[in-house]
């Protein structure tokens, strides 16, 4: 059975640093598209940032040079490590895999074919 496990989520303040791991059970994910996607209150689920099987990323927009997204294909984990936080970056953050090798940027949530739990990220202003 396929698990998308996340954690390190949390509370901090705006300017602060918080890492997102997710780590992946059931199968091999060393060679799919793992992704980081987020979902505010209210509003639909977007993507944040996504990775290939040979580490090309892919990010938002108004992430990028904030978050970085990296992975260990060995421990069959992803992270996203995230800086110069905002108050708009409050949101539960979902890893997501696709079973595909494409070096292609995946960001449409229908792409995606397993998702975790999410875990909240609360940035104070």
């Known amino acids: 059975q396929v698990q998308l496990v996340e954690s390190g989520g949390g509370l901090v303040q705006a300017g602060g640093s918080l890492r997102l791991s997710c780590a992946a059970s059931g199968r091999t994910f060393s060679n799919y598209i793992m992704g980081w996607f987020r979902q505010a209150p209210g509003k639909e689920r977007e993507f944040v940032a996504s990775i290939s099987w040979s580490g090309l990323a892919n990010y938002l927009d108004s992430v990028k040079g904030r978050f970085t997204i990296s992975r260990l294909n060995d421990k069959d984990t992803v992270y996203l490590q995230m800086t110069g936080l905002k108050p708009e970056d409050t949101a539960v953050y979902y890893c997501?895999?696709?079973?595909?090798?494409?070096?292609?940027?995946?960001?449409?949530?229908?792409?995606?074919?397993?998702w975790g739990q999410g875990t909240q990220v609360t940035v104070s202003s």
């Open positions: 997501a895999t696709k079973t595909s090798r494409t070096l292609v940027p995946i960001t449409r949530t229908v792409e995606y074919d397993y």
